[in-house]
C-alpha cells in the first residue's frame, strides 16, 4: 500500500481564520514532507520531518505552522494566510536512511485564500 | 549548480502515438537520482520511476520506458502506443546524494493525448 492521505480535499479561508491540513500515511515511512505547488509549477518543499523532528524550513513565514505528532501524521497549521497563499499543498513521504528513496504524494489540498 | 531542464513545455500527440519526453540534467555530483513523477488533472504526483547514477541500464515498463545516459546527461521517457489516460504533466526531478531529501525538480512538461 502506497497510500498518502491528505484532507480536507478543498479549503477557502479568510486571511483571519485558522485552519489546519492532516496528512496520514501508513507506510513505515520516517520521513514526511510539506510542499506548495502554484499553478504550472513544480512543487516547493516548505517543510520535512525525519524522524518526527523537523529537519527542514525553507524559510517559510511563520503563518505556517507544521507538527508531526507521530510517525504516521503531519498536520499543517494555516494563520493569518494572504492570497497569494492560495495553492495546492501536497504531503509526501519517504523512507528514509543511507539511500535515497523516492516520496509518495498524497492527492493534496486545494486552499483559497480569500 | 544542480539543475533539471524539461525543454518541452506542452506535447500534443493523437492517442497511439509514441512520444518522448526529454529530461537534461546537471550537478557536480557523482552519486544522485533521477526521479519521473505524473501529474494528472486530479493534482496527485504520481511516482513512475528512481535511477541511481551508478545504474544506465535501460528500464521497460509496460508502455513506459526510460533511456539514461550519463555521457549526455539525460534520462528521457518514452511512451509507446498513447492513450488518453496518459495525459498529465510530467516531473523529471534530481536529487544529489547528500541533498538532505530535496528534490530538484524540472520545470514539467504538459502531455495532451487527443483521441
Known amino acids: 500500500d502506497t497510500e498518502v492521505t491528505q484532507t480536507p480535499k478543498h479549503l477557502v479561508m479568510g486571511m483571519t481564520n485558522k485552519k489546519s491540513l492532516k496528512c496520514e500515511q501508513h507506510m513505515g515511512h520516517r520521513a514526511m514532507y510539506w510542499y506548495k505547488q502554484k499553478a504550472k509549477k513544480p512543487p516547493e518543499l516548505m517543510f520535512v520531518y525525519s524522524y518526527e523532528k523537523l529537519s527542514i524550513n525553507e524559510s517559510v513565514p511563520s503563518r505556517f505552522s507544521p507538527e508531526c505528532p507521530n510517525s504516521s501524521l503531519l498536520n499543517l497549521h494555516l494563520h493569518a494566510l494572504q492570497p497569494e497563499d492560495s495553492a495546492l499543498y501536497l504531503c509526501a513521504s519517504s523512507f528514509t536512511g543511507t539511500e535515497t528513496y523516492e516520496q509518495y504524494f498524497g492527492p493534496g489540498t486545494r486552499l483559497t485564500v480569500t | 549548480a544542480q539543475k533539471v531542464t524539461q525543454a518541452q513545455t506542452e506535447i500534443s500527440v493523437v492517442e497511439k502515438e509514441d512520444v518522448t519526453l526529454d529530461c537534461v540534467y546537471e550537478?557536480?555530483?557523482?552519486?544522485?537520482?533521477l526521479f519521473w513523477y505524473k501529474q494528472p488533472p486530479s493534482g496527485e504526483l504520481v511516482f513512475l520511476i528512481r535511477r541511481n547514477s551508478f545504474d544506465e541500464q535501460n528500464e521497460i515498463s509496460g508502455r513506459y520506458s526510460w533511456n539514461f545516459q550519463k555521457s549526455t546527461s539525460s534520462f528521457n521517457f518514452t511512451i509507446t502506443a498513447s492513450q488518453v489516460v496518459d495525459s498529465a504533466v510530467y516531473f523529471c526531478a534530481l536529487t544529489p546524494m547528500d541533498s538532505n531529501y530535496q528534490l530538484i525538480w524540472g520545470a514539467g512538461t504538459k502531455l495532451i493525448i487527443k483521441p
Open positions: 550537478t557536480r555530483d557523482t552519486t544522485y537520482y
